[in-house]
Nanobody, 126 residues
Framework: EVQLVESGGGLVQAGGSLRLSCVAS????????VGWFRQAPGKEREGVSC????????YYLDSVKGRFTISSENAKNTVYLQMNILKTEDTASYYC???????????????????RGQGTQVTVSS
């Protein structure tokens, strides 16, 4: 069964850190674009970050640049999102998605992904 499973969300105070994990099963992530999206109640979905596991190119939403870092560990079939200096406006449900076929991050972040996870909640308190 093909799955993406996120973990690592939780409640943290502003200024704190969390690391989200996205573990793939049923397929290998070493030839994909993998991205993180977030959606807060009443707001549109945002593409937060993306990495292409085949050449390690990355993308970040302007509001998270310098605070978030995406990385992949192909041997563990996992993509991470390290989130530092969290702000209350980062509060959202975060999910990962994967697009096969050497698609660039722009395509994935435009909604062109093949698989997505169920999401993990990140809540940042003031």
């Amino acid at each position: 069964e093909v799955q993406l499973v996120e973990s690592g969300g939780g409640l943290v105070q502003a200024g704190g850190s969390l690391r989200l994990s996205c573990v793939a099963s049923g397929f290998a992530l070493d030839d994909y674009a993998v991205g993180w999206f977030r959606q807060a109640p009443g707001k549109e979905r945002e593409g937060v970050s993306c990495i292409t596991t085949y050449d390690r190119s990355t993308y970040y939403l302007d509001s998270v640049k310098g605070r978030f870092t995406i990385s992949s560990e192909n041997a563990k079939n996992t993509v991470y999102l390290q989130m530092n200096i969290l702000k209350t406006e980062d509060t959202a449900s975060y999910y990962c998605a994967a697009a096969l076929g050497h698609l660039p991050c722009a395509a994935l972040l435009g909604g062109g992904y093949d698989y997505r996870g169920q999401g993990t909640q990140v809540t940042v308190s003031s």
